[in-house]
């Protein structure tokens, strides 16, 4: 069974939604698009991330780790030693430092795809066929489950960081990819994974929304943009109904 830690079922499903959630875990907000994508005839679920690691990644410890690496790109993130220069100049507290080398871990990102790709199967398994839907880090997330899965039918990343190389190369599902037009931290690579996208011949459906920025989606940030979302939303909803199907749609 898929390892959800909320999830909706209508009757008659026509396959499932695996909603990936924010860096700030399984929120409110997330728990509401499942029951949007219910109300759409789609069975919808929502693994929490973090649910092995709820101790140390609580919602205080992430926002102050994000204020702590937020100067470096996500590719210094990953890159050790200015992880180390930004941890020495702020001087967060240890349990701040501990949040920051886990999230910025490969081992540990590589289990969360592990169980997210385990998750989706299993999903497509029992609904007859199964997309991501992701949210910045659940955006990159999706992405990155599509590359290791054979049985996804689709993938939508809501300003998500944009999958390059063989990341890339090997997702052979269709793409629904969405930025927002301030949001010029995660849309550096944009350009450039539109460009291989379509070298490459994949089914890349890219948006970006102009004037908005970041989290123009979540209706509990100051950044919500009512137009930006329902427009974002009605993409979706097409695209699903394209690549997975709803008798509601």
């Given at each position: 069974?898929?390892?959800?830690?909320?999830?909706?079922?209508?009757?008659?499903?026509?396959?499932?939604?695996v909603?990936?959630?924010?860096?700030?875990?399984?929120?409110?907000?997330?728990?509401?698009?499942?029951?949007?994508?219910?109300?759409?005839?789609?069975?919808a679920?929502?693994?929490?991330?973090?649910?092995?690691?709820?101790?140390?990644?609580?919602?205080?410890?992430?926002?102050?780790?994000?204020?702590?690496?937020?100067?470096?790109?996500?590719?210094?993130?990953?890159?050790?030693?200015?992880?180390?220069?930004?941890?020495?100049?702020?001087?967060?507290?240890?349990?701040?430092?501990e949040?920051v080398?886990?999230?910025?871990?490969?081992?540990?990102r590589?289990?969360?795809?592990?169980?997210?790709?385990?998750?989706?199967?299993?999903?497509?398994?029992?609904?007859?066929?199964?997309?991501?839907?992701?949210?910045?880090f659940?955006?990159?997330?999706?992405?990155?489950?599509?590359?290791?899965?054979?049985?996804?039918?689709?993938?939508?990343?809501?300003y998500?960081?944009?999958?390059?190389?063989?990341?890339?190369?090997?997702?052979?599902?269709?793409i629904?990819?969405?930025?927002?037009?301030?949001?010029?931290?995660?849309?550096?690579?944009?350009?450039?994974?539109?460009?291989?996208?379509?070298?490459?011949?994949?089914?890349?459906?890219?948006?970006?929304?102009p004037?908005?920025?970041?989290d123009?989606?979540?209706?509990?940030?100051?950044?919500?943009?009512?137009?930006?979302?329902?427009?974002?939303?009605?993409?979706?909803?097409?695209?699903?109904?394209?690549?997975?199907?709803?008798?509601?749609?």
């Amino acid at each position: 069974m898929p390892k959800f830690d909320f999830a909706v079922e209508p009757k008659d499903a026509t396959g499932c939604v695996v909603v990936f959630h924010e860096i700030w875990g399984l929120t409110e907000h997330t728990k509401d698009i499942c029951k949007r994508l219910g109300k759409l005839g789609f069975a919808a679920g929502a693994p929490d991330l973090f649910r092995d690691q709820k101790k140390l990644l609580t919602p205080d410890n992430i926002q102050k780790a994000m204020d702590v690496v937020w100067d470096l790109t996500l590719e210094e993130r990953w890159d050790r030693s200015k992880i180390e220069r930004v941890l020495t100049s702020k001087t967060p507290g240890l349990e701040v430092v501990e949040t920051v080398d886990l999230l910025y871990d490969r081992g540990f990102r590589d289990a969360i795809l592990q169980s997210a790709a385990e998750t989706l199967a299993e999903s497509s398994l029992k609904f007859g066929g199964a997309s991501a839907l992701g949210f910045s880090f659940g955006g990159g997330i999706g992405f990155r489950v599509a590359a290791r899965a054979s049985n996804i039918r689709s993938v939508v990343s809501y300003y998500g960081d944009p999958p390059g190389g063989d990341d890339l190369r090997r997702i052979t599902c269709p793409i629904l990819a969405i930025y927002a037009g301030e949001d010029r931290f995660m849309n550096r690579r944009v350009p450039e994974f539109a460009a291989e996208a379509a070298k490459a011949g994949k089914d890349l459906t890219l948006r970006t929304i102009p004037g908005v920025n970041h989290d123009f989606f979540d209706d509990t940030k100051a950044s919500f943009d009512v137009a930006a979302a329902a427009e974002a939303w009605g993409l979706t909803t097409r695209f699903l109904k394209r690549t997975l199907g709803s008798k509601k749609l």
